[in-house]
């Protein structure tokens, strides 16, 4: 194989779609905070399974057209292993958040985030927005604006199912 | 030979030229008020809420001059649809006079 042969195939390999896609898959940033009715939340008490944290506020229209559609996939695939997070971006106050929440019978923890909290995992300027973590506690995609469901069928039901079909396999091999 | 080559050409670009003329035609831009739009961060949910409509080639979203600037294939889609889509993502598209 020739020189510039060689560097090609190179730079083939450094940036098949495969490797970016590893690159851009990282751990999130950890933490552990209140939710609004005083129970601790820690991401990490979440590994194993399929983790959205939702990024909110009460006076961000479209973020409360998104929330009964979130609370309907927490009651329909729970069971499944989703959890979703619900992170409310300030400016917000405690009190408009708990007789929010408590309007649509949120069934998912809700926490006062910050500013710095959204940050540390993503700098996209959109709302709402929703960070998918996947089983191993990877970040695997960011989905901004409100979720549709062609995209929690497409990015989100696969990493559901994957657990299902590990099951499905354990049991075969037993 | 050489004018079945000159044939099969200018086939060729009166079917290219056709098919920009009908898609042009297909095309319109309709610019709708977005009443209540005030924060930035939520403006970019009315534009991913559009451009996933089917039929809209292009919408801009400002959220300043409250408006979205849509370019959409008539044949799919019209006004009515588009403000329905503006209106599911929490903000109210305002009607123009006489609507």
Redesign the interface.
């Known amino acids: 194989m020739t020189l510039p042969g060689i560097v090609f195939a190179a730079l083939m390999i450094i940036f098949s779609p495969a490797n970016v896609l590893r690159q851009d898959v990282k751990a999130p940033p950890q933490f552990e905070l209140k939710d609004i009715n005083g129970r601790i939340v820690r991401l990490s008490n979440y590994r194993g399974k399929v983790v959205l944290i939702n990024f909110w506020a009460t006076w961000c229209p479209p973020c409360r057209v998104e929330m009964p559609d979130l609370i309907r996939l927490q009651r329909e695939h729970g069971k499944e292993g989703l959890q979703i997070i619900g992170i409310t971006y300030p400016p917000e106050r405690k009190l408009r958040v708990q007789r929010f929440a408590r309007s649509l019978n949120v069934n998912y923890p809700i926490i006062l985030g910050t500013h710095q909290l959204k940050a540390s995992f993503s700098s996209e300027e959109v709302l709402p927005l929703t960070i998918v973590i996947d089983r191993d506690g990877k970040v695997s995609d960011i989905i901004s604006g409100i979720l549709l469901r062609e995209e929690f069928d497409e990015k989100i039901k696969p990493l559901l199912i994957q657990k299902e079909g590990e099951k499905q396999n354990a049991k075969s091999n037993h | 030979m050489r004018s079945r080559i000159t044939n099969l050409v200018v086939s060729s670009v009166l079917v290219l030229t056709l098919g920009v003329i009908t898609a042009a035609a297909f095309t319109k831009t309709v610019t709708i008020k977005v009443d ?1 739009m005030k ?4 403006s ?6 559009l451009k ?1 409509t089917e039929g809209v080639e292009d919408a801009q979203v400002n959220h300043e001059k409250g408006e979205a600037v849509i370019k959409y294939d008539d044949q799919k889609l019209n006004e009515d649809k588009l403000r329905e889509v503006i209106n ?4 109210k598209a305002v009607a123009e006079k006489g609507q």
């Open positions: 209540g924060c930035a961060k939520c970019g949910a009315v534009t991913k809420a996933a599911g993502t929490g903000f």
